[in-house]
T-cell receptor, first 113, second 112 residues
Framework: DGGITQSPKYLFRKEGQNVTLSCEQN?????MYWYRQDPGQGLRLIYY???????QKGDIAEGYSVSREKKESFPLTVTSAQKNPTAFYLC????????????FGNGTRLTVT | GQQVMQIPQYQHVQEGEDFTTYCNSS?????IQWYKQRPGGHPVFLIQ?????EVKKQKRLTFQFGEAKKNSSLHITATQTTDVGTYFC????????????FGRGTSLIVHP
């Protein structure tokens, strides 16, 4: 079955440590996205990538970094510069630009103490 | 960024009652999508509306796009416990980025 895989489902880190969240898709989608979800805040865009080796900042990119070396993979690094990293992180993909639906992974719940 | 206001934030209903969530924008939208997120799950695409005044139905769910393309609604008739979850709208502004902006969502709680 095609889909988006995020791992791990739960992640715990100490404050001051960088952490990388994995996102892999086998849908052959060109575009990939990272969203952050906090209670009552909806989904806020962190980064997005339209093609391999290219990515753009979203609304809340500070304290995060990404790479897009392969079409299938779009890992997100939460750096120590992110002031409030504890959240639910969702990766999504779509066939491309324009009027297309987003397909989401199951998410990673990150807790930083 | 562009704001999409979604109301209400929460809605409690008795099973069998109807439910409606609304999305409003101050700017004209090129299209609007609706997603459902079950508790503990991830958002799942439900539908997309593109045309002014468009109405689409999926069983007990009715989706509408306003004539001015600045608002949309999702109406559920005779709710069931399986309808529990958070419903999000996601909209693209006319002439703007292709990336959709999500509303804050409406959490539906259905009491049996």
């Amino acid at each position: 079955d095609g889909g988006i895989t995020q791992s791990p489902k739960y992640l715990f880190r100490k404050e001051g440590q960088n952490v990388t969240l994995s996102c892999e898709q086998n849908l052959n989608h060109d575009a990939m996205y990272w969203y952050r979800q906090d209670p009552g805040q909806g989904l806020r865009l962190i980064y997005y990538s339209q093609i391999v080796n290219d990515f753009q900042k979203g609304d809340i990119a500070e304290g995060y970094s990404v790479s897009r070396e392969k079409k299938e993979s779009f890992p997100l690094t939460v750096t120590s510069a992110q002031k409030n990293p504890t959240a639910f992180y969702l990766c999504a993909s779509s066939m491309g630009q324009g009027v297309v639906a987003l397909h989401f992974g199951n998410g990673t719940r990150l807790t930083v103490t | 960024g562009q704001q999409v206001m979604q109301i209400p934030q929460y809605q409690h209903v008795q099973e069998g009652e109807d439910f409606t969530t609304y999305c409003n924008s101050s700017t004209t939208l090129s299209n609007i999508q609706w997603y459902k997120q079950r508790p503990g799950g991830h958002p799942v695409f439900l539908i997309q509306l593109v045309k002014s005044g468009e109405v689409k139905k999926q069983k007990r769910l009715t989706f509408q796009f306003g004539e001015a393309k600045k608002n949309s609604s999702l109406h559920i008739t005779a709710t069931q416990t399986t309808d529990v979850g958070t419903y999000f709208c996601a909209a693209r502004v006319s002439g703007g980025s292709y990336i959709p902006t999500f509303g804050r969502g409406t959490s539906l709680i259905v009491h049996p």
